[in-house]
């Protein structure tokens, strides 16, 4: 299962902080994605980038802030995060962001904010 | 907007015995897919099985395989002879056809196998 890589895996961070993280694949993928999983609620996307483009954004307060400088690397910047915000954030790719192919996803950034 | 139900917040079995979790999906779209996904306590969550909307046979993966009802908008997971490594959270998604891969997901069935 090291097809999709996440790091860090925990994260304690305050309000006022500002962290990334980052997600890597190693499977020649064009698409990534970010998925948030918080307890009692279902997994939601956040973020889909074909290409190294931004296809969607899901309504996503602007504390997150996702970047995706090439189609192996997906990074995203958390600054000013509420309470709420702790969850567990997941990162996916799959070969093209169209038709149903495989979302392959890595193991997960658990995020704990202060 | 697509949402996805799972009714079942946690189901037991033993081990060896068959066990079927529900999901129920809502949609006005007639092109689809539908997927389940298995997260075990490891946390990486790989897919399980899937089918295409317009295929009326159900798709089969080993011991896994699926009960579509289109009309009925229902979409089950059968697990045969199940064992203790399928002890983990099994989600239901919902993805149109076309567009971005925008996968809407279900709450969750927590399944556990007993020995």
């Known amino acids: 299962e090291t097809g999709v890589t996440q790091t860090p895996r925990h994260l304690v961070m305050g309000m006022t902080n500002k962290k990334s993280l980052k997600c890597e694949q190693h499977l020649g993928h064009n698409a990534m994605y970010w998925y948030k999983q918080s307890a009692k609620k279902p997994l939601e996307l956040m973020f889909v980038y074909s290409l190294e483009e931004r296809v969607e954004n899901n309504s996503v307060p602007s504390r997150f802030s996702p970047e995706c400088p090439n189609s192996s690397h997906l990074f995203l910047h958390l600054h000013t995060l509420q309470p709420e915000d702790s969850a567990l954030y997941l990162c996916a790719s799959s070969q093209e962001a169209g038709g149903w192919d495989t979302q392959y996803f890595g193991p997960g950034t658990r995020l704990t904010v202060l | 907007a697509q949402t996805v139900t799972q009714s079942q917040p946690e189901m037991s079995v033993q081990e060896a015995e068959t066990v079927t979790l529900s999901c129920t999906y809502d949609t006005s779209e007639n092109n689809y897919y539908l997927f389940w996904y298995k997260q075990p306590p490891s946390r990486q969550m790989i897919l399980v099985i899937r089918q295409e909307a317009y295929k009326q046979q159900n798709a089969t993966e080993n011991r896994f395989s699926v009960n579509f009802q289109k009309a009925a908008k229902s979409f089950s997971l059968k697990i045969s002879d199940s064992q203790l490594g399928d002890t983990a959270m099994y989600f239901c998604?919902?993805?149109?056809?076309?567009?971005?891969?925008?996968?809407?997901f279900g709450q969750g069935t927590r399944l556990t196998i007993n020995p």
């Open positions: 998604a919902f993805m149109k056809k076309g567009g971005a891969q925008k996968l809407v």
